[in-house]
């Protein structure tokens, strides 16, 4: 897998995992809205060998702590690492800039992203009722501080 940061030739592939991983996607122009803006880092992962998207996401910075906003992995691509190198990537952008902690939303029945998030350092912080909209669900608060990230890391090697 090769990260890069995302470019209009990528958009439509990077529809049709939104659609096919969220109950509310995104639509087409929104993404490419988020792609455009300045203040937000969107990479995707890339195969190295026929340039397939594998997975993207969207986040930004507010002061110190990064807000994962999107993340999403087409399904041919999961339990890869894909997910993992993508964040890490974030991390890595981040932290030159004084980054020091992270927090997303997940849905609470998403066992097996709660499950890497959980891996990777990421604690439940709280469940926001009805995130995804009155009657479609959940969703965990998960914090992460980057220290801890990387002392897992380290301590890993």
């Known amino acids: 897998m090769i990260i890069r940061s995302v470019s209009p030739k990528y958009i439509n592939e990077i529809v049709k995992i939104e659609n096919d991983s969220f ?4 639509p087409k122009q929104v993404l490419a ?10 990479n995707v992962a890339v195969d190295g060998h ?4 594998a997975g993207y996401s969207i986040s930004t910075l507010v002061y110190d702590e990064i807000h994962v906003f999107k ?14 190198e993508l964040l890490s990537d974030t991390f890595n952008f981040y932290e ?21 998030y959980e891996k990777l350092g990421f604690e439940i912080i709280r469940t ?6 009155r009657g479609k669900g959940d969703a965990y608060v998960m914090g992460l ?9 380290l301590s890993a090697t």
């Open 145 to 153: 501080a980057l220290d801890r990230y990387y002392q897992k890391l």
């Open 96 to 116: 030159k800039m004084g980054a020091l902690s992270v927090i997303l939303e997940v849905r609470t029945t998403n066992v097996p992203a709660i499950a890497l």
């Open 23 to 26: 109950i509310s996607p995104w």
């Open 33 to 42: 809205d988020y792609f455009k803006k300045s203040g937000f880092f969107c």
């Open 50 to 53: 026929d340039e397939e998207v």
């Open 128 to 133: 926001r009722r009805n995130y995804y909209g």
């Open 71 to 84: 993340i999403a992995v087409s399904s041919c691509h999961r339990r890869k690492g894909v997910a993992r």
